[in-house]
């Protein structure tokens, strides 16, 4: 089975500044795509930034980038200029095999402080 | 110009009193899906719908089932409501595409009593 592993719960960072959050996955498709969801307090879910696994160049959407490892099953997302807005959960999400389903981390908290 | 809707945006039911979730979405997309998420945690997929093939997950509890009468709108029954189903319940759409890319609705806060 899938499996995504977020290994920090939170995080905090001071507004303006810069902060990762790790993602790794194990999938046994070769060809597939890697997302980052955002899900501020009681509002809606939304894609923050998705990656296609046979592209070799790192997603960037704004202030949103990430570092994909392919051969480590690593999917980082790096938010830069961090802004109060971003405060909200993160999941990082990949495909299960074959029914179009995700599988979804844990979350991580991120909390931008003024 | 929402996409992913879903009403209501609260309910609350009291234990054991059936309750029914509805969704729509205007993006004409052939699969939905029902999660279960609880507090500061990731959603837990219910069952989803490839048109109108329905795919229940393992773990789903038999007092939770669902409908999808047409492409537009699938619902959401829970026949008697324990303490433990209070939690928020997304729907969510995606193309029978390669990437898989689910798009959410607001979600319904349903609070048990």
């Known amino acids: 089975a899938q499996t995504v592993t977020q290994s920090q719960p939170e995080m905090s960072v001071q507004e303006a500044e810069t902060v990762t959050l790790s993602c790794t996955y194990d999938?046994?498709?070769?060809?597939?795509?890697l997302f980052w969801y955002k899900q501020p307090p009681s509002r809606q879910m939304i894609l923050v930034i998705r990656?296609?696994?046979?592209?070799?160049q790192n997603a960037t959407e704004n202030r949103f980038s990430v570092n994909f490892q392919k051969a480590a099953k690593s999917f980082s997302l790096k938010i830069s200029d961090s802004q109060l807005g971003d405060t909200a959960m993160y999941f990082c999400?990949?495909?299960?095999?074959?029914?179009?389903?995700?599988?979804f981390g844990a979350g991580t908290t991120v909390t931008v402080r003024a | 110009d929402a996409m992913v809707i879903q009403n209501p945006r609260y309910q609350v039911t009291q234990f054991g009193k059936p309750v029914t979730l509805s969704c729509s979405q205007t993006?004409?997309?052939?699969?939905m899906y029902w999660y279960q998420q609880k507090s500061s945690q990731a959603p837990k997929l219910l069952f989803h719908?490839?048109?109108?093939?329905?795919?229940n997950e393992a773990d789903t509890p038999d007092n939770f089932q669902s409908r999808r009468p047409n492409t537009s709108f699938c619902f959401l029954d829970i026949r008697s409501p324990g303490l433990g189903d209070a939690a928020m319940y997304l729907c969510?759409?995606?193309?029978?595409?390669?990437?898989?890319?689910?798009?959410f609705g607001p979600g319904t806060r349903l609070t048990v009593t």
């Open positions: 969510a759409t995606s193309r029978d595409t390669e990437s898989y890319e689910q798009y």
């Open positions: 999938t046994s498709e070769s060809n597939y795509y």
């Open positions: 990656q296609e696994a046979y592209k070799q």
């Open positions: 999400a990949c495909p299960q095999s074959n029914d179009y389903k995700l599988s």
């Open positions: 993006l004409n997309h052939n699969v």
């Open positions: 719908y490839y048109d109108k093939d329905f795919n």
